[in-house]
């Protein structure tokens, strides 16, 4: 059912924790589904220089956001803008249908963190303009 790679991200998760001044912080995701991830950023001349993740929900949304922060550290700004929903689950070897939406939250969860930071910092993301996280993916 799950690729050896979700296993993997579920059972040994990278860049599990949180940034005590990050720059950027992005929350998404609601109780009802269970499903919530936060993401912390610390960046540095434009480069995500430091991530991590604490996420409340199932196996696939834990892999995802897993993934997603080793996708993103150490690239620029605009590449992790890049970063989609099909990324991370293919990095994953895929998610089952059921579970797209766990790789969804943590592409908008990036995002959100993106336009924190962009908030904070006065650097203007033109992408992150009107975006606004939908709230419930079922």
């Known amino acids: 059912m799950y690729s050896e790679k979700v296993m993997d991200h579920f059972t040994n ?8 001044d990050a720059d950027g912080i992005g929350q ?3 109780a009802k589904c269970g499903d919530i991830m936060k993401i912390y950023l610390k ?3 434009d480069i995500i220089v430091d991530i991590k993740f604490k996420t409340f929900g199932c196996g696939s949304a834990i892999a995802s956001s897993s993934m997603a922060t080793e996708l993103i550290k150490g690239k620029t700004i605009n590449e992790a803008l890049k970063l989609t929903n099909k990324a991370v689950a293919e990095a994953l070897d895929g998610l089952p249908p059921v579970k797209m939406h766990c790789s969804v939250l943590a592409e908008e969860a990036i995002k959100s963190a993106l336009k924190d930071y962009s908030e904070k910092s006065g650097v203007i993301i033109e992408e992150l303009k009107d975006f606004e996280p939908k709230e419930d993916h079922h």
């Open 13 to 20: 998760p990278r860049n599990v924790g949180e940034i005590e």
């Open 28 to 30: 998404v995701g609601n």
């Open 43 to 45: 960046i540095e001349n």
